[in-house]
Every structure is written in C-alpha cells, then in structure tokens.
C-alpha cells in the first residue's frame, strides 16, 4: 500500500516507523479498516506522528504518550510499535489533543499538538475541534478535504523531557490467587484483587 | 492469511469478528507485526477473544474490557472493531488476566479468564502464568507449543452484566482553551486543563 501504487492520492499523507508511505485516501482505509470509521481526530493524529516520527533520532527506541484516549491512540498504534498492550504507550486522560514520542531510556522527546490559533484559520476544522455545530450538521467530505489541505499547518511541535517516575517499567510483581474470586492477581494490589476491593465492572448476579 | 492458505499449521487457531480464521504460526506473524513479538499472553489472549466471540449473539454490537493493560487488549484490537481510540474498548487495571465483550446497549456479555486450577495442569504456561521461574529460564518455544497444545482447555467462560455506569458514552461536552498552556480541552475538567492542574508528564523546562 506505498503511494506509489495509489492512483487516489498525489502526496503521501504519513510514513510509519519503518518508512512505508501511505497516500491521503489509502490511509483513510487503513483508517476505517482497523478504527471502524474515517475519524477526522485520526486522520490529523496520523500526521501528528508523522511529524513526530521525523523529529525523533533514527534509531532511537521510543515510547509514547496519547494526552487522550481519543483517536491519538489508533494513530500511534498504527504507525508506531507502541500499542496498547505492549507497554509501550501510555494513555492518558488529559483531555488535551496532544501525543508524545520519547526516548525510553534517556524520556527526551516531542510532543505535537493541535494549535488553537493555527486551526482558527481552517473553517471546517476549526468548527469540528471546537464542535461549534452538531455533528448531523458537519460536512465530512469537506473536512477531510480540508484536514488533507491544512496538513500539518495546524500543529504545533516543542521539545520535552518525560518526569523520571512514569520512565519506570510498570512490574507485575509476584502474583497470588485472591481470596473471593480465586484468580490470578498481582499480590501489590492488595489481599485481594481489585476487582474484589470494589473497582468490578460487572453488576452482581 | 486465511488459515486454508498456510502451510505451518493444521488448524484455525482464531478467528476475528469477521470470521477470518488464522493459523497458530500465521496469528504468531500478525502478533509480532503489531505487538512487535510473540508474547505469550497475547496468544493466549486471542484465544480468549475467539471463545468470547463465538459465545456472543450474532450480528451484536458489542464493546469489550479488558481487565489488564498487558496483552489482552491488543489480543482485542487484533480481532475485533474495539480498539483503544474508538471508545469501543475499555482498558483496566484491575489485575486479572481476563477479558470481557458485552452488548452495548443492555451489557449482556460473557468474559473469559485463565483459569488457575486448570492451568496447572499445564506445566510451562503455569510456570509462566504465576512467574515461577526468571524470564531468562523460560523455553519460549516450548510455553508457545504447550499454549497450543491447550487451546482453550485453560480457559473458563462466565455470563456478566457490565455495571451501567460504565455503558454511558463518555462526551468530552464543550472544549474552551486553558488559560495556563492555550491548548483546548473539556471544560468539565475543571478551569484549567489537567496538565497544568499537575497532571503532565513532562517536567518543567
């Protein structure tokens, strides 16, 4: 899928952390394909790393931050070897539409971000992120067309340093059997496992 | 990839929600390209999600959680719509090694662990299911063929109701700019953003 053998888009849209390009419209494939829908939060999220990707030293062994559980996730875990359950990304409920690449072992890094004065100048963009009209009455195409346009003239990159205690690796630990539901859990959460405590997802028979 | 096409394995050892069905080695490759190697968990993790799959109602719209952030929620990217970014997966740090898909409108679902009784009965994955041995000790190649050998005989399947208040979708509600960092973010976290209510990751420049 390099964009050399898509006739739908000119320009590559996002390469990956190996180097494969993808053109506009194969990506919104790929998109839809592991996202469920051509969300424009991915769309631009795919570009946030992209951009992030190139600032980064070749070779260096990253891990990344989503400010946001949403879509800046699926755009790492599609562009990057860090995913959910790899350890690899953490995800945080910042609520800010940001997401870092870093150094795993020195936390030296970027970080990209949409920036609120740069996407004032795009009517289509401006209206989705700051959800001025509802939803029904968006025009998808026009801002995926304009989200192809703008690039990444609406983001903004800096320079961090990740704190030191999230550079820890998060260990399991010695696991033991919990009392009540008698399985397998981390004996660091307690004497029995969270579930038990009161944090259980599921209501009681 | 389907599994009629793969000459390394005689049987399906999962399929995704859309039925296609993979080989153990050909799942092993799909592992590594996503998760970037062939964690254990991760194969025993999609077991786990094929049982639940085959479990649920057909043609139900379903979300999942998972009750660990090790593996199992990329077990759950791999063969289902749920990913981390589109709000259809919940990833907890409940400790358990088990995973749940449920209806998103009532919660019906089913969840599957491991479970402990009859895993030991499996020499290499008790060993390393509870850790009984360093990682540097552990025959890779031996845990993965046992997992193999097991299949779902490790497992255990239970009927669950997911509590409502997880069911409720999460809004982000309106984004105003925080007046700290000029970024946007969801006004109902507060009157300014969380990273700078000290939330961030980063250290201060």
Redesign the interface.
Known sequence: MQTAGNVHSSDDWVRDSKGTAYGFDAFLERITA???YP?PG?VI?AKMVDLALHAMPSGCLFDA???T???????I?MLT?C????????????????L?LYDKYN?DGV?V??H?HKVAAWKEIDSW???RKPKAEQDSDALLREIQRAGEKILQMET?????R?MVK?S?G??G??PQ??????LK?GSA???CQG?????TA
Chains 1, 2 share one sequence.
């Open positions: 592991f996202h469920g969300a991915l999220g931050i989503a400010e559980g949403h879509c800046l996730p699926d755009a875990q070897p995913t959910a359950g790899n350890g690899w990304l953490k995800v945080m409920d910042l609520g800010r539409f940001a870092a936390g970080r971000f949409i609120t992120f700051f959800k961090i340093r990740v704190q030191p999230l998060d399991v010695t696991r059997i919990c539901c008698g399985e397998s859990y981390p959460h496992c969270r579930a944090s259980s997802p599921y209501a």
